[in-house]
């Protein structure tokens, strides 16, 4: 189906280039956003009174004139000039009613060019240290814009990234070796392995040997020594286990794992390059690439003197070459934390100076961080001890309270699903409804509000729907014009409530298509919100099961049935599921 302000934006550039004689670009068609204002508009006269030379409210009349006299345009009702020379354009209401009839059947058009292989780059925790607050943002937008890019039409794989190499392996083998529980290994094995990593400092504090010891089996590490090799795995094993246990409560999947420790290869090929390109320069034994002034960048260590290690930037510049060359991957998004902004300011650039294969379309994806209501930032730098699975559990826990007292006939099992479903999606919903730039503070009264903008309200909106059909089928209601969408008989005449619900049901995918375009989800997540609310209040004063006249029945059946089949799509592309009662 194609989305309606592109069919609009075409009818108008035809009729347009016909008047004028001469091609018109970007005509911009926006959705209203008052109702006074028709349904769409657009400042197409103003913008282009002076190419025209004719003031902006002729050309609107001239405009107006040519649809007047097109028999076969059955899209636009009506057009009207306000102000200065805007058009509102207003649409008909069997235009209306055809495409309500096609939601939730049919997939849309977006007008996006979806050839392009897309990676997203996301979650990417660090092995042997717990996830932190910025991962499950990461892991939440992440697999979000993985969802809405898939819908618009790409093919999108996902990526984590893990942080699996580095000298602290060094340490943490001594660790093992000297201090290991072996029974908390296997019990809670990324909170043993921190202990050993904060035990080794304190006790390198005391006895620097155990500096150049560690130093040691770091470099038998990278030279694949066996033994060091086997405990490395295992670190990594144990860790990732951790890591599943979460992305499988969170209901994330990735297609690729690969972690840093994978690109050693190439980086000495990419050092190679640098090296042959006068990219980088030789500082006193460091590798060193200096940017242009107007690039206003510091310069980027890429190989550092002592122990011959590289960097998280050459390893990301190792990672770009690799997923073009064997993943062939056209576009790469990373979503990570604000912080690291200049990070990847570095790599992209650098990627630029070298060319191909490491050119090519690149975004960071970044967000602001998360606090807690009393101003601590959770990071594993402070060691909170809090686990991100916890938080969930505890989200899970807290829709159970809350569960409980609305539905104390459920099953216990039936109110367990229910709180699982709903506790996640707060989560969620709290991560992805706000612009992701801006840095969010986390509270409980906020996330499982059940009539703000969260998901356990849009979820409830879409509970009270189902149960409309539910009472339908109990009552088994007398109605002669059995409810079948295929069959219903065209309903252009609708009421101000219902013309206002059926519009902005039609926006939908506009909304995907902003999310997709600032790859931000809270776009969808304010569509959904404003949604849920226009059919809370129309369900307030339109009656639906007692509705005796049939063709209205009809139309509000209609409208509920594809209000709720919009919540469902649009909180499946935040990730989140939907409960048939709550
Ligand atoms: N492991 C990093 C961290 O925990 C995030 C990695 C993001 N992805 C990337 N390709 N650099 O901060």
């Known amino acids: 189906m194609e989305l309606v302000h592109i069919e609009i934006r075409d009818i108008l550039k035809k009729k347009i280039e016909k008047i004028f004689e001469r091609k018109f670009e970007n005509i911009d068609v926006q959705y209203s956003t008052k109702k006074e204002f028709g349904d769409f508009q657009t400042n197409f006269s103003l913008i282009n009174s002076e190419i025209i030379g004719k003031k902006p409210r002729e050309i609107g009349k001239m405009i107006i004139k040519s649809l007047e006299n097109d028999q076969k345009n059955d899209i636009i009702d009506k057009i009207k000039i306000a102000g200065p020379g805007f058009l509102n354009i207003f649409l008909k209401n069997s235009k209306i009613w055809q495409n309500l009839k096609k939601i939730g059947t049919e997939k849309y058009d977006f007008p996006i060019d979806t050839s392009k292989k897309v990676l997203i780059d996301y979650s990417s925790p660090n092995i042997g240290k717990r996830m932190h607050i910025g991962h499950l943002r990461s892991t939440i937008i992440g697999d979000s814009l993985k969802r809405i890019f898939e819908y618009i039409g790409f093919k999108v794989s996902g990526d984590n990234h893990l942080g699996d190499w580095g000298s602290r392996f060094g340490k943490l083998i001594i660790g093992y070796k000297k201090w290991l529980n072996a029974e908390e290994y296997e019990k809670n094995p990324i909170g043993e392995m921190e202990r050993l990593y904060v035990k080794f400092s304190e006790e390198a504090q005391l006895n620097p040997e155990l500096e150049v010891m560690a130093k040691e089996e770091w470099m038998k590490l990278k030279a694949g020594d066996e033994n060091n090799r086997k405990l490395w795995q295992s670190f990594v094993d144990h860790s990732f286990r951790e890591f599943e246990d979460f992305y499988r409560k969170m209901d994330v999947k990735f297609d690729y794992c690969i972690g840093e420790s994978f690109y050693n290869e190439i980086i000495l090929e990419t050092l190679k390059i640098l090296e042959e390109k006068k990219i980088s320069s030789d500082i006193d034994g460091e590798l060193k690439v200096f940017f242009e002034e107007k690039d206003k960048l510091e310069p980027c260590v890429v190989k550092k003197k002592a122990e011959n290690s590289y960097l998280y930037s050459t390893t990301d510049l190792a990672t770009l070459k690799y997923r073009k060359d064997t993943l062939n991957i056209d576009r790469a998004v990373y979503v990570a934390v604000e912080k690291q902004k200049k990070h990847f300011r570095q790599v992209f650039r650098i990627a630029e100076m070298i060319g ?60 367990m699903k229910i709180s699982e479903i709903v506790g996640l999606g707060a989560i969620k919903y709290f991560n992805l409804s706000q612009n992701r730039m801006s840095s969010i503070c986390f509270s409980w009264d906020k996330i499982l509000n059940f009539e703000g ?12 729907i189902m149960s409309i059909f539910r009472k339908m089928n109990e009552e088994n209601l007398e109605i002669d014009n059995v409810y079948d969408v295929e069959y219903m008989e065209l309903n252009d005449d609708f009421n101000e409530n219902e013309r206002e619900l059926a519009v902005k049901l039609l926006k939908f995918p506009n909304s995907v298509l902003k999310a997709y375009e600032l790859c931000k989800p809270n776009l969808i997540a304010d569509y959904l919100f404003e949604t849920a609310k226009i059919f809370n209040s129309f369900y307030a004063v339109e009656s639906i099961l007692r509705e005796e006249d049939k063709k209205k029945f009809n139309t509000r059946l209609l409208l509920a049935e594809k209000t709720a089949s919009i919540l469902k799509e649009g909180l499946s592309l935040l990730g989140i599921k939907v409960i048939e009662k709550m």
Not at 361 to 379: A, C, Q, T, Y
Not at 391 to 405: G, L, R, S
Not at 453 to 464: G, K, M
Request: proline share 4%; no cysteine.
């Open 356 to 415: 191909k294969p490491y050119d090519y379309e690149k975004n960071h994806v970044w967000f602001g961080i998360m606090r807690f209501e009393d101003g601590v930032v959770l990071s594993s730098k402070k060691r909170g001890m809090i686990r991100l699975i916890d938080i969930v559990n505890q989200a899970v826990e807290e829709a159970k309270i809350i569960i409980d007292i609305k539905n104390p006939t459920y099953s216990e099992e039936e109110k």
């Open 453 to 464: 903008n969260t998901s356990p309200y849009l979820q409830y909106t879409y509970a009270r």
